[in-house]
């Protein structure tokens, strides 16, 4: 699977959008962009996921460049809930999903 | 409403004991996993499994042993606990669209 780089921390004030980067240049045709997040030590959560066209569901959206070298997870509307280290992960998915391999991610920090 | 459940959600035991970290998932689903997670650091896969009777060893390597008699079913034992084992199990399982976590096992051997 490619690898993935996110910055450690962000900050966001509550109300506001919380833009969050992910660089895969690396990433092959295969691939789907996954993004995971865990709040406190609770187990990771589904946010969204995407291959190459921009996706969005209740929870965020995905951007995904055309080259698809790297890709923003938006929270439009962030609040203090939202705090949590969000992964952005890369892998084969469809009938190749298999293992994720987590990161580091970056821990979002919502203020009031 | 989980439908991936780990049991027992904090367990404290004393070096050389047997243990089982249970795990259990109600959506049909093939693929299931234990992760490893300590205290503000990265998960790491210990175990997976892509259906009855596989299992196959993670990226970091681990004392534990798992078994797959059953889709539903798929417990993690370790024969003798040491204080290194102290750590969080995580359990999930898959299907196309993704992972779904169970809540954790946080052990901690004395």
């Known amino acids: 699977d490619a690898k993935t780089t996110q910055p450690p921390s962000m900050d966001c004030a509550e109300g506001r959008a919380a833009n969050l980067p992910c660089n895969h240049s690396t990433i092959s045709g295969n691939e789907y962009v996954y993004w995971y997040r865990q709040i406190h030590s609770q187990g990771p959560q589904y946010i969204i996921h995407?291959?190459?066209n921009n996706e969005t569901n209740e929870m965020a959206s995905l951007i995904i460049t055309e080259d698809r070298k790297s890709s923003t997870l938006i929270l439009p509307h962030a609040t203090l809930r939202d705090t949590a280290v969000y992964y952005c992960i890369v892998s084969a998915g469809g009938t190749s999903y298999g293992k994720l391999t987590f990161g580091q991610g970056t821990i979002l920090t919502v203020h009031p | 409403e989980a439908d991936i459940y780990q049991t027992p959600r904090y367990l404290v035991i004393g070096t050389g004991k047997k243990i089982t970290l249970e795990c259990s998932q109600t959506m049909g689903h093939d693929k299931m996993y234990w992760y490893q997670q300590d205290p503000g650091m990265e998960l790491h896969l210990i175990h997976y499994s892509y259906g009855v009777n596989s299992t196959e060893k993670g990226d970091l390597s681990s004392e534990s042993t798992v078994s797959r008699i059953r889709t539903e079913h798929f417990p993690l034992t370790l024969e003798s606990a040491r204080p290194s084992h102290t750590s969080q199990y995580l359990c999930?399982?898959?299907?196309?669209?993704?992972?779904?976590f169970g809540s954790g096992t946080r052990l901690t051997v004395v």
């Open positions: 995407g291959l190459k």
């Open positions: 999930a399982s898959s299907e196309r669209l993704g992972y779904t």
